[in-house]
């Protein structure tokens, strides 16, 4: 089976990988949000430089009809997203192998408000 294996800093961080199907994906972020653009209140000011290792375990068989929705839990390895800072180093390997780290379910998140009051902040 073809896993991830994620260093950082040239330490292990994760061994991602699904059996039998699935969506894993590494992503390394870097988001600038300055608060007086911010309507939501998930956003936080930025600079932010993080690390998610995340995908989708497939539960069931894929439906035909591509409005029918898949049977789908969303997860991630380590942290959500990890913060990092200049000068640190990732590096991933595809590898094959038998074994993985478990992966976590990531949690639900409630809706957003989408009010925003007239100085742009979430209401």
Do not use: K
């Not at 292990?12 to 939501?40: F, K």
């Not at 894929?62 to 990890?82: C, F, K, M, N, S």
């Amino acid at each position: 089976m073809i896993r991830f294996d994620v260093d950082v800093n040239d330490e292990p961080y994760c061994r991602a990988g699904l059996d039998p199907t699935g969506v894993i994906s590494v992503i390394l972020n870097w988001v600038e949000l300055r608060p007086e653009v911010l309507a939501s209140p998930r956003g936080q000011p930025g600079p932010h430089t993080t690390l998610m290792v995340t995908g989708y375990r497939v539960n069931g068989p894929i439906p035909q009809d591509p409005d029918e929705p898949a049977d789908l839990t969303h997860v991630h390895w380590g942290e959500i997203a990890r913060q990092l800072e200049p000068g640190d180093e990732v590096r991933i390997r595809v590898v094959s192998a038998e074994e993985a780290d478990d992966p976590l379910d990531t949690p639900v998140l409630d809706p957003i408000d989408d009010e925003v009051d007239e100085e742009g902040a979430a209401a």
